[in-house]
């Protein structure tokens, strides 16, 4: 696609629900990042795939938070028995070749969780 | 390790007058380096960035910056704001290799008064 999509848009969760986001990245772009923005903050890392292989998930705040890519495409962020502080925008970021060409970023999945 | 420091959180200008949007960096090797800006409900977008060719970067919108080693800076500067630069300013630091997560400052929140 033209760009990186993202979905839903916006997830209202009760405490405690299993929630799923989805992440499209840019067609043939091998390196996809899954980023978390607190309200007021800058995004923070959560974990990067390299094709299917996740090569880093130092990020992840619990063991609450999974991620997959199972086909080196479409990446899912999972989160388990959802928090209050979990409330976030869920950013995912595709990259072609090198950091220098900067990341594209999705528009987000705005998480609130009640 | 890496880390961002945007020196202002607001930052107020009237519309036809200069904008200047600072950033210091820390880095234990050559940083790549980035501006992003990210509109209400919108996705981050890339304004530019800088990869140890030229010192001083031109992105989009008539925005620019100047990476500046000896003060550990990349500030963001543009000659006559517009109504439509307002918006929430990121810098952020990186490192060479592809993987190397993305590292964000707290942002800088830019309001253009008529």
């Known amino acids: 696609g033209a760009g990186v999509s993202q979905s839903p848009r916006y997830k209202v969760a009760k405490r405690g629900q299993d929630v799923a986001l989805r992440c499209d990245p840019i067609?043939?772009?091998?390196?996809l990042f899954w980023y978390q923005q607190a309200l007021g903050q800058g995004p923070e890392f959560l974990t990067y795939f390299q094709n299917e292989a996740q090569l880093d998930k130092s990020g992840l705040p619990s063991d609450r938070f999974f991620a997959e890519r199972p086909e080196g495409s479409v990446s899912t962020l999972k989160i388990q028995r959802t928090q209050q502080e979990d409330s976030a925008v869920y950013l995912c970021a595709s990259i072609e070749n090198g950091q220098g060409n900067g990341y594209t970023f999705g528009s987000g999945t705005r998480l609130t969780v009640v | 390790a890496q880390s961002v420091t945007q020196l202002d959180s607001h930052v107020s200008v009237s519309e036809g007058t200069p904008v200047l949007l600072r950033c210091n960096y820390s880095?234990?090797?050559?940083?790549?380096l980035f501006w992003y800006v990210q509109h209400p409900n919108k996705g981050l977008q890339l304004l530019l960035k800088?990869?140890?060719?030229?010192?001083l970067v031109k992105g989009i919108n008539g925005f620019e910056a100047e990476f500046k080693k000896s003060e550990t800076s990349f500030h963001l500067t543009k000659p006559s704001a517009h109504m439509s630069d307002a918006a929430e300013y990121f810098c952020?630091?990186?490192?060479?290799?592809?993987?190397?997560?993305?590292?964000f400052g707290t942002g800088t929140s830019l309001t253009v008064i008529p």
């Open positions: 800088y990869t140890s060719a030229a010192t």
């Open positions: 952020v630091v990186s490192g060479p290799i592809t993987g190397n997560q993305f590292y």
């Open positions: 880095s234990s090797y050559s940083p790549s």
């Open positions: 067609s043939g772009h091998v390196s």
